[in-house]
């Protein structure tokens, strides 16, 4: 049961766009209840939040609370190459442009959900706050649903992240939301952001190929949080105080710096769990893929 | 050091002060990653109400499975904290 969880976890890491769900059958084939299935979904989906914050802040523990030889053996530095990229790069090399993933998908949702009658109040009350902000429960939530407690603290984490709940503001929540899906090649939240993107007047040649954000008229400020959210999310290790400095001297404040940081982190970890679970595309979205999937 | 100022214990008011006193119940200290996030008070409440539903206990894998999950992925995207 350990190596599945260890090689679902490397998996999820490093291509969650080739998820499917044969590999959360292999998890409830050797033993873990749907439940489980979820909490390993989720558990690694937060590993990826907080290492993004961890080294996105530039955060290091100290030998008072890890023994010197451990830390030693797991110190890296911005020069040190990113772990496995030319065996990922070889994986991703086999001509699947993004539209082809999305349209290779596997359709339907992979893992149990209650019906309405099955939700409890806090959950509930959790749906009822997303009708009121976007009218309509995002699908990835819903697919929560088996886990109520995480769903509706999920729920009450992306209300802060997205659709205007940061300090950043929604076209840059959105415009993060997107790079990082993009990034991840995570059908679903590409769909969410690029659809709420354009409905904000964003460009054609931006939500065309938001990974070429360099060629896109963006200002000063947009370019550099592309940059920084791009190198967190691929290569976290070699965020250092100097790519800080240089958001700051975009005019961003520290505490900006903090809301790019935490979004991004977000996005890593939220963009894995919607793959990772197949979470089909909300109505909003499917229209958009309509208009846009020849272009990817 | 890390790359923006974080408020310590000592300073923090409000929901900031909350927020330090709730993880020092459920986790014991207050760790670098939770004063990460203290320029945000809002986003270091919203984020730790997910982690106390998600980890330590709150699965149903257990703390050596959880751990598991942590120390491998923390490793492949190189974090050493």
Avoid at chain 2, 2 to 19: D, H, S, V
Avoid at chain 2, 51 to 59: C, D, E, Q, V
């Amino acid at each position: 049961m350990d190596r599945a969880l260890l090689a679902y976890s490397e998996k999820i890491t490093f291509l969650p766009e080739r998820l499917t769900s044969g590999d959360l059958n292999a998890l409830r084939e050797v033993g873990y209840p749907e439940k489980q299935v979820i909490d390993i979904v989720l558990v690694a989906g937060y590993r990826h939040y907080i290492t993004r914050i961890a080294n996105g802040i530039g955060i290091e523990i100290g030998t008072d609370r890890v023994e010197e030889s451990i830390l030693a053996q797991y110190t890296y530095s911005p020069d040190s190459p990113t772990k496995k990229a030319a065996e990922i790069r070889e994986l991703q090399g086999d001509g699947a442009t993004l539209g082809q993933v999305i349209s290779g998908t596997e359709p339907g949702l992979w893992v149990e959900r209650p019906n309405s009658s099955g939700l409890g109040e806090t959950l509930g009350r959790e749906f009822q706050e997303w009708e009121k902000r976007i009218g309509f429960v995002p699908n990835w939530l819903r697919a929560l649903s088996l886990h109520q407690e995480s769903a509706a603290a999920a729920g009450d984490f992306a209300r802060y992240c997205t659709f205007g709940g940061s300090p950043l503001g929604s076209p840059r929540e959105h415009l993060i939301g997107y790079l990082v899906a993009s990034l991840l090649r995570a059908p679903y939240f590409l769909g969410l952001h690029g659809s709420q993107l354009k409905e904000q007047g964003a460009s054609g040649v931006l939500l065309k190929n938001v990974q070429g954000w360099r060629n896109a008229e963006l200002s000063e400020q947009d370019q550099g949080i592309l940059e920084f959210v791009e190198q967190l999310t691929l290569d976290s290790h070699r965020v250092t105080q100097e790519k800080v400095d240089r958001l700051v001297a975009a005019g961003l404040s520290e505490s900006e710096v903090l809301d790019v940081v935490v979004l991004t982190s977000f996005f890593n970890c939220f963009c894995r769990v919607a793959s990772a679970l197949g979470v089909p595309l909300d109505p909003t979205s499917k229209s958009f893929f309509e208009e846009f999937k020849h272009a990817f | 050091m890390a790359f923006i100022p974080m408020i310590p214990e000592e300073e923090a008011t409000g929901l900031l002060k909350e927020c330090y006193a709730r993880n020092l119940r459920t986790v014991g200290r207050t760790s670098e990653v939770v004063t990460a996030l203290s320029l945000r008070p809002e986003a270091l409440r919203v984020s730790t109400h997910f982690r106390s539903t998600t980890l330590f206990g709150a699965s149903d894998l257990g703390r050596r499975r959880e751990e598991f999950i942590a120390t491998l992925i923390s490793d492949l995207v190189q974090c050493s904290y």
